[in-house]
């Protein structure tokens, strides 16, 4: 059942309003703009039909509050005369759903709050829609990235650790915070190519020989083909395909150097080969943070971005990296 609050200083009008809409809602009254506000940072309101003219604080303040605390409320300001002042502070401040003039037709009134609210459950439901379809499409990610990597020697908590380095340093480059968690996401696609990479070559526990090296080096582009050419994997696409360029121009697949290679690519690639280095891999032990990020320094400007090198320092000085890394 929906949430009505009926605000009047006028207690005939409270209490008409308030018998007329009692059937079919819940109701609630306030009869000040005072009242009104208490009861706005309490309970949830779906719906608020507020007078202009009260004593305390008038309607626009009133609905303008509403459109703060409870932003998806319906808002519908009921007003006996017409102040040009106030129905501007309504429309810009408080985006009221509509303006009733006193005395109002209460068929008329009725079908409003009625079409309004029918059109805040639509609205309820495509975001429950749309809530799902993220966690579906999140988890489609995961799962599909933890059956890749069964076949490598990496493990879940690598793909884990790559997208948070990833999200901490789009964060840095001034990437949005949505965009960075999506690239995030899209960071732990990264070695999706190896899908395609012989189990003979992934799992060798010698050095690879020059032909296989070859085979190796498809799996940047193994990984674009993937991905397919859904617009919503655009990133990991990027991602994918630029992981192992460097930015001196010396990488594979297509030796791009500079800001040729996407930016997702380069912050990928960064926090890709950090967590390589601090961890332990069957062929080696795992390098102290200190060791790991001095050879990232090394190679600023030849392997990687020294822009993002730069954001990377600021992470370890302030304890971001240590901070990911414990907690995955
Ligand atoms: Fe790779
Ligand atoms: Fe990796």
Sequence with gaps: MHTLLIVDDDADVLATLTRSFRKGY??????????????????????????????????????????????????????GYTDIESLLTCVNDAHIYKYVTKPWDPAELNLSVVRALESLDLKRELDTARD??????????????????????????????????TEALAIAMDVKTKASSHMGLMSMLHDIGKLATPDAILKK??????????????????GVRILGNNPFYELARE??????????????????????????????????????????????EPWSMADAFAHIESQAGSAFDPIIVAEFKKLYDNGTLSRIKDAH
């Excluded at 076949?151 to 790559?162: A, E, F, M, P």
């Excluded at 526990?205 to 193994?222: F, G, N, R, S, Y």
């Design 239 to 284: 991602i994918s395909g630029g992981h192992h360029e460097n930015f001196d121009g010396s990488g594979y697949p297509n030796g791009l150097s500079g800001e040729a290679i996407p930016l997702s690519a380069r912050i990928v690639k960064l926090a890709d080969v950090f967590d390589a280095l601090t961890t332990k891999r069957p062929y080696k």
């Design 26 to 79: 819940k109701t609630l009254s306030a009869s000040g703009g005072a009242a009104a506000i208490t009861i706005l940072n309490e309970q949830p309101v779906d719906l608020i039909i507020c007078d202009q003219r009260m004593p305390d604080i008038g309607g626009d303040q009133v609905l303008s509050h509403a459109s703060q605390v409870q932003p998806e409320s319906i808002r519908i300001l009921l007003t």
């Design 132 to 165: 799902l379809l993220e966690s579906a499409y999140q988890d489609a990610v995961v799962m599909l990235c933890l059956a890749a990597e069964g076949k490598d020697q990496d493990t879940s908590s690598h793909l884990y650790r790559v997208k948070y380095y």
């Design 205 to 222: 526990p010698d050095k690879l020989t020059a032909e296989e090296w070859v085979i190796m080096k498809k799996h940047p582009l193994a």
